[in-house]
């Protein structure tokens, strides 16, 4: 079964995303930011999600996760939870 593992930052607004992700395509530290803006309590390790199979995260962030390049922070992805960038650390298929 294909497995991935993925960081991520949630915020509540698109144009909040949009401005830290143009931060961190500047060089900021994705790690960095995560912890400071995230709303997700993965935002104390950086965003770190660990790794999950399909089926495991909501649906609008698993056709991302398994189906974006990897280690380019993609986003803003709406979910029910707001929005996030998302980085995809890894993947297998």
Request: glycine share 10%; hydrophobic share 35%.
């Amino acid at each position: 079964m294909a497995k991935a593992s993925a960081r991520h930052i949630l915020v509540q607004t698109e144009e909040q995303c949009e401005a830290l992700k143009k931060e961190i395509e500047a060089g900021a530290d994705f790690a960095a930011i995560a912890k400071e803006h995230s709303d997700c309590p993965s935002g104390e390790r950086g965003g770190e999600l660990g790794e999950f199979s399909p089926g495991q995260m909501v649906k609008e962030f698993d056709e991302v996760v398994f189906s974006g390049d990897l280690n380019t922070v993609l986003g803003p992805v709406k979910t029910q939870f707001g929005y996030h960038l998302l980085e995809i650390t890894s993947r297998n298929d």
